[in-house]
């Protein structure tokens, strides 16, 4: 779909890249919403697989940033889950990861951060010297046009079969009626090789396919993630703490009519509304562990959100933080988010270890900022390809929520749907 003309031009990045090793752009077209672009590093932390302690060592990095009055961006992959305090005893080794060349944790003090303010499209130097580059964000050339499809020497392609895909669907549903769970996220990987491939080009194409509102860049040394994640993971302003886990998706229309259509069916979908509402359960309890008693609400449920591609059923649930919650409090009790695991999270966990047969690697995890104030904003790492340049493997890995009223084909069905977006940045010439 055309932008809006309350969006902003994505600028363009590409000489930029060239000349620094570390770059983060946190990405969102809306004018009413923050975007930001952090470069290069004073300093780093990098957990490259799940080790004892890991989780403390990020606590003490982030503490130490906010002393400095700095801004940190980074990620954590889900698979980081395994060290983090309630899943030391349930007896899970961390498995091998599908992107072993991205490290499960990374965060950057950059040395300089620039800022697209709300009702902005002009960058602004926040922290730091004001670099030479500044002047040259400008937006994309052709950026009101489709960018093409970046050349893949092997497509973007599912390493599960359909039947294999079932047969743990069916693995899931023995579960779900021994009740062992009220619902599971599955979730099968992709993989791809585009040798040479333009990263920025990449990502272009990508950030104008889906306009999603936490889309992310960001650039480690020869790693690059493109992120087009729909969904907030945690938000923190001040005491108040947001998560809006998106359960419940449908295509878009190709009229008015019909995309009505489909956005009234998702809305009333039983579905859809059971998987979201069992999720809404979830974050309720998250947050209450480090909420002030009786702060816990539910903003918004069921809100039906249009994206470029498809409708999403998304709620908003909100706390307010008790004084001596901490951010590794609040990881704690939340990580890694219901909506990427089902519920209960715990038995949930132990049965996406033991169909899913590997780690999640990055995805499923988090990856945003945190202000100097402690203030932060994380997505849901969803959408999302991991492209390492020096081998020119494309990683990638979507999957939904499962529950007794779901269906395998359609489950599969929608799986492909989520990784559509992905498949058509890359353009296959082998």
């Known amino acids: ?88 005893d349930a007896g899970l080794a961390p498995l091998p990861s599908p992107s072993p060349e991205f490290p499960v944790m990374h965060w950057n003090e950059p040395e300089v951060v620039v800022a697209w303010k709300p009702g902005s499209d002009t960058p602004e130097v926040i922290h730091g010297p004001t670099p030479d580059w500044l002047d040259g964000l400008r937006p994309s050339k052709g950026s009101t046009e489709v960018p093409q499809a970046v050349p893949a020497a092997v497509p973007l392609t599912p390493l599960w079969t359909r039947d294999e895909y079932l047969e743990r669907f069916e693995a899931v549903h023995r579960a779900l009626r021994r009740g062992d769970l009220y619902e599971m996220n599955l979730c099968m990987p992709w993989r791809g090789d585009a040798p040479g491939a333009d990263a920025w080009d990449l990502f272009r194409r990508l950030a104008h396919t889906t306009r999603a509102p936490h889309s992310a860049f960001i ?19 001040g005491a108040r703490l947001t998560s809006q886990p998106i ?40 947050l209450s562990r480090v909420a002030n008693p009786a702060s816990v609400h539910v903003d918004e449920l069921f809100g039906v959100h249009s994206f470029a591609t498809v409708h999403q059923l998304i709620s908003t649930v909100s706390c307010e933080l008790r004084d001596d919650a901490s951010l590794l409090d609040i990881m704690r009790a939340t990580f890694p988010m219901g909506s990427m695991t089902g519920a209960p999270k715990e038995s949930a966990v132990k049965h996406i270890a033991a169909l899913e047969g590997q780690g999640r690697g990055i995805y499923s995890g988090c990856l945003g900022y945190q202000t100097p104030e402690g203030d932060f904003d994380l997505n849901v790492v969803i959408r999302t390809m991991l492209q390492d340049q020096s081998s020119g493997a494309i990683h990638a890995t979507v999957g939904g929520a499962i529950t007794l009223l779901a269906d395998g084909n359609q489950e599969h069905e929608e799986c492909l749907l989520k990784a559509r977006a992905l498949r058509e940045c890359l353009r296959h010439e082998g």
């Open 1 to 88: 779909m055309a932008p809006s003309t309350n969006t902003r031009p994505l600028p363009d990045l590409r000489v930029l890249l060239a000349g620094h090793q570390d770059a983060c752009l946190l990405w969102d077209e809306r004018m009413t919403q923050h975007a930001f672009l952090a470069v290069g590093s004073v300093r780093s932390l990098t957990v490259h697989q799940p080790l004892k302690g890991d989780w403390q060592a990020w606590d003490a990095f982030m503490r130490e940033t906010q002393s400095r009055k700095a801004w940190a961006f980074g990620w954590i992959g889900y698979d980081a889950h395994h060290t983090l305090a309630g899943h030391d």
């Open 219 to 237: 650039q480690k040394g020869n790693l690059r993630i493109h992120s087009a994640s729909p969904e907030r993971f945690l938000q923190k302003q």
């Open 247 to 286: 359960k419940g998706t449908i295509r878009r229309g190709a009229s008015e009519e019909e995309d009505q259509r489909l956005r009234d069916t998702l809305a009333n979908d039983e579905k859809e509304r059971a998987e979201n509402v069992m999720i809404v359960d979830l974050v309720r309890n998250d």
